[in-house]
């Protein structure tokens, strides 16, 4: 197997994302394993390339594209940039290398990758998805509620010319898998993990405390909904809520719950190593929230690889038989109840005040767990899935 390497992302440093963040863990672990990983993505601002990085600047700028998604004149406001970066790849690419293609939820090269195919067919391709695709469709549902162009065929031929697809979690390989399963394509899936870095400082064991803080952090959208935790702490009787404190951290000024609430802490965004000071010092478990839809159940945000991290149990309100619901309650690093069902969520309050013993014991399973969510043991598998269906 050729170990060269074409990484084309959307999302990349200096950008300071929760995709960046896993691409360059990605590509660090690829080099580190012997592949010769050229990054390819558009402009981040004033950016400093690092070493093997290739920036290729839209035609159109991609705020404008963003544009002509909503206008309804572009089926995915990366298609005209991807035009740019096929081209680059059909005469640049060495022979019999990799391309490895991510989606974060746009198109991204997904339309182009039949037109690189047919002008090269000796290039492998990967395609990794961390989202579903935005205006695409999955069992029966669309991940867009605004009006949009398809992508269904685009992706289709995508599909058709690609290699392996790996996606971000069990249940979206199930679904990808179905919903392409005339194909001969092969599909699996890996876990990002979290880093294991000098930056997220794992705290040592602490007694359980009285109160527990719980943090939720991130966006608060009609997609999140995280307010469900603050209804649910209104309805506690006074007694409880003495044992129970709620922190929100992000931009809670577009979430009229949360701006207006008086008996929460609130702190805007942070760096993620402000972050991560914050979660070590104030909070006991973290909030994870996502709305009862079939296209958010196949997701597993960055942020709740960080919380297992840092060593903090999940309380969550999620869509039912969802990843997040899957991976918490297999390994018991904490508590779920489905989004739109407030009474459970405060049945879970009320155990996480009252029930010292429950909390030690999710402690202790997160510890026995972690190691299998650490990127230097999750992306091991990426390497594994290269050699088995890449190399020959």
Not at 156 to 171: C, K, P, T, Y
Not at 344 to 365: C, P, R, Y
């Amino acid at each position: 197997m050729n170990k060269k390497i074409w990484f084309v992302t959307r999302s990349y440093p200096p950008s300071r994302g929760g995709g960046a963040f896993v691409r360059k863990q990605q590509v660090d672990h690829l080099r580190k394993n012997g592949f010769d990983v050229t990054v390819i993505m558009p402009p981040q601002g004033n950016v400093v390339k690092e070493k093997n990085t290739v920036i290729i600047n839209p035609i159109v700028p991609l705020r404008f594209c963003v544009y002509l998604q909503y206008l309804l004149i572009l089926r995915d406001y990366m298609v005209i940039w991807s035009w740019r970066v096929a081209s680059n790849i059909i005469e640049n690419a060495e022979k019999n290398c990799i391309l490895f293609v991510t989606t974060g939820g746009e198109l991204g090269l997904i339309g182009s990758l039949s037109r690189i195919k047919e002008r090269r067919p000796d290039i492998k391709i990967v395609i990794n998805y961390h989202d579903l695709l935005v205006s695409g469709l999955y069992d029966g549902e669309s991940t867009n509620v605004r009006p949009h162009l398809s992508v269904e065929k685009l992706e289709l031929n995508g599909f058709r010319v690609a290699d392996l697809v790996i996606a971000q979690s069990e249940i979206m390989m199930e679904i990808l898998s179905k919903k392409f399963s005339s194909l001969d394509t092969e599909v699996d899936y890996a876990y990002f993990g979290f880093s294991n870095d000098n930056e997220l400082k794992v705290f040592k064991t602490r007694a359980i405390s009285d109160v527990q803080t719980i943090a939720y952090i991130g966006n608060m959208g009609k997609m999140q909904k995280p307010e469900v935790l603050i209804e649910a702490y209104r309805i506690l009787s006074p007694e409880i809520r003495k044992k129970i404190k709620l922190l929100f951290i992000g931009d809670f000024a577009k979430n009229s719950v949360v701006l207006n609430a008086t008996d929460i802490e609130k702190i805007g965004f942070v760096s993620r190593e402000e972050m991560a000071n914050v979660l070590i010092e104030k909070v006991d478990l973290a909030f994870v929230s996502a709305v009862n839809k079939k296209t958010l159940r196949p997701l597993m945000p960055t942020k709740f690889y960080e919380y297992i991290g840092l060593d903090l149990p999940v309380l969550c309100a999620v869509p039912n038989d969802c990843e997040v619901e899957r991976v918490v309650n297999k390994y018991k690093i904490g508590l779920t109840a489905c989004h739109d069902q407030i009474n459970d969520l405060v049945v879970l309050l009320e155990l996480i005040a009252n029930d010292k013993a429950q909390m030690t014991e999710l402690h202790e399973n997160l510890r026995e767990a972690k190691y299998k969510f650490d990127s230097n043991y999750t992306l091991k598998k990426f390497v594994f899935l290269l050699n088995k269906y890449i190399e020959n």
